[in-house]
Nanobody, 125 residues
Framework: QVQVVESGGGLVQAGGSLILSCTTS????????MGWFRQAPGKEREAVSS????????LYSDSVKGRFTLSRDNAKKILYLQMKGLKTEDTAPYSC??????????????????WGQGTQVTVSS
């Protein structure tokens, strides 16, 4: 069974930093895209960032560009999201997603097939 598990969420003051991580297991290969999505209460799911299987291409939503940094360690099968300059509007459950084989970076939900349960990020003012 494929498993996707997020960690690193918590409570942080506005302007602070936080690092999320995502670990995977049960996957037969490492050439897949990965990404982070969030869904604040009462709002639609929003793509945050995505990185391609090669690691050469990284995409960010306009709302987080310049503040968040995505990276992956294929050997350890861990995805990281470094979050800086956090704002109250960043508050949401953050879910890690795994794409298809050899898939490029994408901010479209349809590009991903496996999802974690999410980790809560709360930014206070």
């Amino acid at each position: 069974q494929v498993q996707v598990v997020e960690s690193g969420g918590g409570l942080v003051q506005a302007g602070g930093s936080l690092i999320l991580s995502c670990t995977t297991s049960g996957l037969t290969c490492d050439d897949y895209a990965m990404g982070w999505f969030r869904q604040a209460p009462g709002k639609e799911r929003e793509a945050v960032s995505s990185i391609g299987w090669s690691g050469h291409t990284t995409l960010y939503s306009d709302s987080v560009k310049g503040r968040f940094t995505l990276s992956r360690d294929n050997a350890k099968k861990i995805l990281y999201l470094q979050m800086k300059g956090l704002k109250t509007e960043d508050t949401a459950p953050y879910s890690c997603a795994v794409g298809t084989d050899s898939g490029p970076a994408s901010l479209a939900r349809r590009a991903f097939r496996y999802w974690g349960q999410g980790t809560q990020v709360t930014v206070s003012s």
